[in-house]
C-alpha cells in the first residue's frame, strides 16, 4: 500500500496534528436574470436557451451590472456581519475552461463589497463556535460541464464532454473564511454547521433557493494540518464543489487522515484541487492549486465602480428578516418541542422541512413524527438527505388525513410513503390503486377473529377471565389475516362483542 493510501485513524491524526480549515461558499443568487445580461436565470431549461451575446463574450458587446444582485450581496454581507464597502469594482480573473466562454470571470479581487465579519454557529451540543469571514464578493458564475462515458460521470474516464452555458453568468457571492484553527476533533462538525449556517442565511434573505443539489449553493473545503508544536500553517487542499452538507463533514474528515498518512510517511502535501467522490467518501488529485498572480487579475474596464452610501445601506439592513438564531428560539416556543427534541431537528437539517409542513397545515407533533421518524430512516437506508427524497408538505398532510379519516393505519401508511418515493403518485391515488385501504368491515374482520379465536383457545379463556390486554394476541393474527390493512380498535371491540366481555 502507498503512503497515499495509507489513512490514519481521524482520532489518531488529531493526536499529532492540529487542523487548519477554510471555506469558500459559492451562493448562487435567484434573480431573475443574470449578473451582467438580461438573459434569464432559470434552473432546468434546455440546455443553451438562456444566454445571449454578453454571457458569450461575444465581440463589441458591453455588460451591465444587476442592481438586484449587488443589493443581495450587501444584505448577505450585513447578515455576517461584515463592514460594507463604500467603493468596490469588479475585475477580470483570467483562465482558460471550456465552460468560461469569455476566457476570463468578472468578479471581485482586492475591493469586494463586504469583509471583515463573523458568524457564530451552533454546534451539535448546542456549544457556539465563531468563524471570522474574510470576505464576501461579487462574481458570476461559470457554465456547466456533464461528462459522457464515464462511469461515474467525471471527467476521469469520460469520452467528452458537454457545455451548457445557461448557468454562464448566474450572480454568485462568494464567501471566504479566514483560517479557521482550533476546531480539533470537532472540525468535521464545525464545517458542516458553517456550511448549513450560511445557507440558512442565504435562503432567510430570500436571495437564494439554496438548494445545494442543484448547485445553489457549492463549497469549497480547504484543509491543512500542522503539527502541535509548529507556528507555522501547513500546505492546504482545496476539495472543490462539496454540495451536500454530510459531504462537507466527509470530505474534510477524509483529507485529515489523508494528509496525516503523507505526513506520517515523510512525504510533502501538495498544494493543489481535489474532487469530492461521493460514492466511496475519498478525494482525488485535480490540478495545482494556482495563486492568485495565476490568474493575472486587472480591473473590468467596462464597468464603473459601485459606489455606496450609509443611506442605501440602512433601508438594506431594515429588510433585514429575523436573524435565524431567534427564529430558532421562536419556532421551537411556538411548537412545543424539547430542547433535545429541536436540537434533533436542527441537526438534521429538517428545521425549514417541518416549518413548511406546519404552514401548510400539519401539526407540530406530525411534521416532527413523519420527518424525524420514517423519512429520515427511508433518507439514512438510501444515503441521502431527507429533504432529497422527494417526500413534500402535502405528501405528509395527506397521509395523516387517510390515517385520522381511518381509511389507513401508521404500519399502511409508511408502506404508502415508500411507493410516493418510488414515483407512484400521491397518497390517495397509492392507497385506492393498491387496494391497500384498511379493512374494516365487521363481516371479513368477523372470520378472521372467528380463525384467531379457534386456534388460541387458552387467550380466549384469559379475555373472559378479564385478562383484557391479552386481546393484542389476538389482534396479532388478524392483522396477519388482512395484511395488516385490520382496524386494531375495530378487531378489539368485535372481539370483546363475541365474547359479551364488557371492555
Known amino acids: 500500500m502507498s503512503a497515499t493510501e495509507n489513512l490514519v485513524d481521524f482520532e489518531t491524526a488529531l493526536q499529532t496534528y492540529d487542523p487548519v480549515l477554510g471555506f469558500e461558499v459559492h451562493v448562487e443568487l435567484n434573480t431573475k436574470t443574470k449578473m451582467f445580461s438580461s438573459a434569464p436565470n432559470a434552473f432546468g431549461d434546455a440546455p443553451n436557451t438562456n444566454v445571449n451575446e454578453v454571457d458569450l463574450g461575444l465581440p463589441g458587446v458591453l455588460p451591465v451590472v444587476n442592481k438586484t444582485a449587488v443589493e443581495s450581496a450587501i444584505m448577505i454581507g450585513l447578515a455576517l456581519n461584515c463592514q460594507i464597502a463604500e467603493k468596490c469594482g469588479f475585475a477580470r480573473k483570467n483562465y482558460f475552461y471550456p465552460d468560461t466562454p469569455k476566457n476570463f470571470q468578472t468578479s471581485q479581487y482586492d475591493d469586494p463589497i463586504a469583509f471583515d465579519g463573523f458568524l457564530d454557529v451552533e454546534l451539535e451540543d448546542g456549544e457556539v463556535f465563531r468563524v471570522e469571514i474574510e470576505r464576501a464578493h461579487m462574481e458570476e458564475d461559470a457554465g456547466k460541464l456533464t461528462h459522457m462515458g464515464g462511469a461515474a460521470g467525471r471527467i476521469q474516464g469520460a469520452d467528452f464532454s458537454l457545455v451548457d452555458y445557461n448557468r454562464a453568468g448566474v450572480p454568485l457571492i462568494e464567501i471566504v473564511t479566514k483560517p479557521i484553527v482550533g476546531a480539533g476533533t470537532r472540525a468535521p462538525e464545525v464545517a458542516k454547521a458553517y456550511v448549513a449556517a450560511i445557507r440558512e442565511i442565504v435562503r432567510n434573505l430570500g436571495v437564494s433557493d439554496a438548494r445545494m443539489e442543484r448547485g445553489n449553493v ?137 416549518e413548511e409542513t406546519i404552514a401548510a397545515g400539519a401539526t407540530a407533533a406530525v411534521a416532527r413524527k413523519w420527518w424525524m421518524g420514517e423519512i429520515s430512516r427511508l433518507a439514512k437506508n438510501a444515503e441521502v438527505e431527507p429533504t432529497e427524497l422527494g417526500v413534500t408538505s402535502a405528501t405528509i398532510i395527506e397521509l395523516n388525513a387517510l390515517i385520522e379519516a381511518q381509511k389507513i393505519n401508521d404500519k399502511i401508511a409508511r408502506q404508502v410513503l415508500e411507493y410516493v418515493i418510488a414515483g407512484e403518485g400521491a397518497p390517495a391515488e397509492i392507497v385506492e390503486k393498491r387496494g391497500l385501504a384498511v379493512v374494516n368491515d365487521d363481516s371479513a374482520l368477523g372470520a378472521a377473529i372467528d380463525d384467531a379465536m379457534a386456534q388460541m383457545p387458552d387467550v380466549v379463556e384469559k379475555i373472559k377471565g378479564g385478562k383484557l390486554q391479552a386481546v393484542g394476541a389476538l389482534i396479532g393474527p388478524v392483522m396477519k389475516a388482512t395484511r395488516g390493512q385490520a382496524d386494531a380498535g375495530r378487531v378489539r371491540e368485535i372481539v370483546l362483542e363475541k365474547l359479551g366481555v364488557d371492555g
Open 218 to 354: 457549492r463549497c469549497d473545503a480547504n484543509v491543512s494540518l500542522m503539527r502541535k508544536d509548529a507556528e507555522a500553517f501547513g500546505t492546504r487542499t482545496e476539495t472543490k464543489n462539496v454540495n451536500s452538507l454530510r459531504a462537507v463533514d466527509h470530505a474534510v474528515r477524509f483529507e485529515i487522515s489523508r494528509q496525516a498518512g503523507l505526513l506520517d510517511a515523510g512525504e510533502s502535501i501538495i498544494q493543489e484541487t481535489r474532487h469530492w467522490h461521493e460514492d466511496t467518501r475519498t478525494t482525488t488529485s485535480g490540478r495545482p492549486k494556482s495563486d492568485a498572480d495565476d490568474y493575472r487579475y486587472f480591473p473590468e474596464p467596462d464597468l464603473v465602480p459601485i459606489v455606496t452610501t450609509a443611506e442605501w445601506i440602512e433601508e438594506l439592513r431594515s429588510r433585514l428578516p429575523e436573524p435565524p438564531a431567534e427564529r430558532r428560539k421562536r419556532l421551537k416556543a411556538d411548537w412545543g418541542y424539547s430542547d433535545a427534541e429541536f436540537r434533533d431537528v436542527v441537526n438534521a437539517g429538517l428545521l425549514e422541512a417541518i
